[in-house]
């Protein structure tokens, strides 16, 4: 028997309409002892903006600033991850470094140029991650000196990046400032903190 097809109901769509897009709603605050994942900005749920090694700073300054974030991912001519370049790198030493070794202008610097490379970046497995706490989280970063790391998920595919962690994100959500230049902040003393807080 075949089915009958109608077509469906639809309407002018009105000058007050949205677009929804993925979210990722992370608590406001958490505690040391929180699931890990609440400090995870996951990519299934919120898109990850990118550039190219071959824009100009000035590019991914205007990217970031237009999508309101910090990091952009770094992507190769085969879709795949070549690093990152932060707004730290932008506005840090970097750009002035390639100034001045290459004798370019400012606005030629690339971010091949400034970007941190995949073989310099460090991830956390996603399995792992899974099983663990906000305070390992915290000791992973502080450890390694690090503002970011990758959270990793094996798929069919290959590894896959599936989110990132963020000392500043981190540091909002526990309520407390960890400085990355300051790795020497101990774990004990973030916890007295939030014990006072």
Do not use: W
Not at 61 to 73: D, G, I, P, S, W
Not at 89 to 102: N, T
Request: hydrophobic letters at 40%; charged letters at 25%.
């Amino acid at each position: 028997m075949a089915i009958t097809y109608t077509h469906l109901p639809s309407r002018n769509l009105g000058k007050t309409a949205g677009l929804l897009r993925p979210v990722c709603i992370l608590p406001e605050r958490v505690g040391l002892d929180n699931p890990a994942l609440d400090v995870m900005t996951d990519f299934r749920r919120l898109t990850a903006f990118i550039a190219t090694p071959g824009d100009t700073i000035r590019q991914a300054e205007e990217r970031m600033l237009r999508r309101k974030v910090r990091l952009l991912f770094v992507m190769d001519g085969e879709d795949r991850v070549a690093g990152l370049v932060t707004s730290t790198d932008i506005h840090g030493e970097k750009p002035m470094q390639v100034i001045q070794s290459r004798g370019v202008r400012r606005d030629e610097v690339l971010v091949a140029d400034i970007m941190t490379s995949i073989d310099r970046l460090e991830a956390v497995d996603f399995d792992d991650l899974s099983h663990a706490r906000v305070g390992h989280v915290l000791e992973t970063l502080k450890a390694r000196g690090r503002q970011h790391a990758l959270v990793i998920e094996q798929t069919e595919n290959g590894p896959m990046v599936r989110g990132l962690l963020s000392l500043s994100q981190l540091s909002k959500q526990l309520g407390v400032m960890v400085e990355t230049t300051e790795v020497a902040n101990t774990f004990i003393e973030i916890e007295q903190h939030l014990a006072h807080a």
